[in-house]
């Protein structure tokens, strides 16, 4: 199998026999709307095609905007992959992405990367550096440093289009904050709280832990060793890893955290600038061990002025009963519509939806997740402003993020949660992260990129080193 180092050494000219690939030509995206049109179908492979992949194949196939000729699945053939191959029978498969790559890289311009957290990083740097477009879910990956070689990989290759997949970062949610903010309606914001209450991601393992699962029997389906990538070895546990509880472990995910923060604070990031932190503390830890995120979390960012911006406190929320609390006015805990369905369901609330809330000095705004837009609360401020004419309105009906994701590598749009956005959002969730395993705070130097009161916690940026045979991956 080819590895990385070698793929450079043979392909100078990454996906060469692709002008639209982007990795050494010359065209960019708008000369190369005008050479073949914008209504062409992109060819694109898929990394990772159960659970939340089938999700994501199924969202790009409503674009009709796709062709599939790849299909990419550690557990192919497994009970939760045999959906999206029966509705790409014309798809080429493959269990590891690298054979994938060796054989099929011809045959595809994008790649979606639906992997657990922890894998997103080679896959993306295999795709980036062969010139074909990611989409990457959320959030970009689970170290500071991944994170920073994946954006520092994008700039290398300009032509290739990012996108992490936060939905809502094209939906309502987005292009209201971006007016409001413009209007300066959204002005003065000194302190923001984001929750996430359910418990959708807790886990039932005894917080006392004090070494990982014991192994037990690997599927016949599942390539485990594929599955683990540059992670250093674990043996296979049933019902502790594979299928969605990853999520918990800090080998392998980053918790409520990096799975929810991505559709709570993604506008708030952005559109307020926010950058780097330069102090992040846990103020409130249950159940803290060294294996697996607590079952409650509170911790504080705190975020210096920008321009003409004030300091702001973001304090972020997570736990069936970590509910912080909400001002007066603050309204009902209706169902959001804009959650998906979990298993076709509603997500229903417990005690509170997840959301956030957004303080100014004159003013105070409600939010939902994913793609709902804020509201001015109390309801009574908002009716009394929307009668004066002080509510500016919103563009809507705008492409989804999936649709612009494909008018992007088309040329129509930018994408608009691309790596230079993504980036710095996900690496606020790698340091919470940080102080999460760790339990105490941690003081980041916003220019040196570096954890200073703390080397452990520096250190943690970094990571373990990858296993042996995924060390060219970090080499950008």
Known sequence: MTTRREFFRKSALAGAGLVFAGASSKVNAASYQRIVGANRRINIAHVGIGNRGWEIIRDFDRTNMVNVTALCDVDLGGPNTGQAVAAHPEARTFKDFREMFDKASHEFEAVTINTPDFSHFPVTMRSIASGKHVFVEKPLARTFLEVDLMEKIAKKYPNVVTAMCNQGHSGDNYHQFRAWKEAGLIKDIYAVTAHMNNARRWHPWDPSIHRFPR?????????WDAWLSQSFWHDFAEGYYHQGQWRGWYSFGMGALGDWGAHLIDTVHRFLELGMPYEVDPTHITYHNDYFFPMCSTIEFKFP??????????????????IPMVPEGFGDVPVDPNIPTV????????RLAPGKILYGRDITFRGGSHASALQIIPAERA????????????????????ENFCLAINGQEESRSNFEVAGPLSKVF??????????RKIRFDRQTNQIINDPIANALLVGPPPRKGWEDYYVV
């Open 343 to 350: 298993a076709g369901q509603p997500f229903q609330p417990t």
């Open 305 to 322: 002025a920008r321009g003409n911006m004030p300091p702001l406190d973001l304090t972020w929320y997570d736990g069936v009963h970590n």
């Open 383 to 402: 009716r009394a402003m929307e009668a004066a004419g002080q509510v500016p309105d919103f563009p809507r009906d705008q492409s989804n993020h999936f």
């Open 215 to 223: 192994e037990t029997p690997t599927p016949e389906t599942l390539d």
């Open 430 to 439: 790698c340091l919470g992260v940080v102080t999460q395993r760790l339990n």
